[in-house]
């Protein structure tokens, strides 16, 4: 298992790095997207070399916010074009995972429409990217697309892609948490992994491990059960990163205790 941590896409990247090294992280879950880290204002072969020289691997992520699912075509073909840019990136930076979010903002259309729609503009960026060597993979977000009823249709039209699981997310907009049921029913398919706390409803708050009511021991025994031993990136978004390197220790230790 290997602990990473996201850049902040508002400060530049080269700072960001620093610091994941010294917290001796071993990966950065690099998104790529405005103002200091979109893929116009870096240079692939640059990081490609820092992260080489601090000894980090890397793993991609792109805009939540990109609309794949557009009711405008106009858009939706704009937001895959960006996809494909950030693919070519992260093929030149060495990353062999890139993450897309599914798009259910679409008023006044229905289900089947949404999710054809997001199908689309996966398989579209799924054949772009076999050739790059870079693996598409697709995360569950709140509302739409957080439960295996939900993401299954999607996963199931495109069946090069992965999952990447965001166990916080499973905790919100739920009447309970769906991480066991999805580490389950796609264990073959999980890619990567977001780990971070909350307390239900609808906020993501993005807390430090057992900061929050989800019962994260359990969630990384099952990881484990379903023989994932892959990325894990702790989102925790705290000024103060004492609570990230004590979120990596606590992440450790129930990885080795859940043999």
């Known amino acids: 298992m290997q602990v990473g941590a996201m850049n902040h896409p508002g400060t530049p990247l080269e700072r960001e790095l620093a610091w994941m090294a010294e917290l001796k992280l071993d990966f950065v879950d690099l998104t790529l997207e405005p103002p200091a880290a979109a893929t116009w204002r870096i240079s692939p072969g640059d990081v490609r070399r820092l992260l080489g020289d601090l ?154 491990l057992g900061m929050g009511d989800m019962d994260v021991v359990t969630h990384v025994r099952t990881l484990r059960a379903g023989g994932y031993d892959a990325t894990i990136t702790l989102e925790v978004f705290a000024h103060d990163r004492h609570y990230l390197g004590y979120s990596r220790d606590l992440l450790r230790r129930m990885w080795n205790a859940a043999r």
């Open 55 to 208: 000894g980090l691997g890397v793993v991609g992520h792109t805009a939540f916010y990109l609309p794949i699912g557009s009711s405008f075509e106009s858009l939706r073909r704009a937001a895959i074009d960006e996809l494909k840019r950030a693919a070519e990136a992260f093929a030149e930076i060495g990353a062999t995972w890139m993450n897309v979010h599914p798009d259910g903002h679409a008023p006044f259309t229905d289900e089947p429409t949404i999710v054809h729609r997001n199908i689309d503009s996966l398989r579209t960026l799924a054949e772009f990217m076999q050739p790059l060597g870079v693996g598409l993979m697709l995360e569950n977000v709140p509302g739409r697309f957080n439960t295996v009823a939900q993401l299954a249709p999607i996963l199931d039209a495109v069946p090069g892609a992965g999952l990447h699981l965001d166990i916080g997310h499973c905790n919100l907009g739920v009447p309970h948490n769906t991480a066991t049921e999805l580490i389950t029913h796609f264990s073959s398919r999980l890619a990567h992994v977001h780990l971070h706390d909350n307390r239900g409803g609808q906020a993501d708050l993005h807390l430090a």
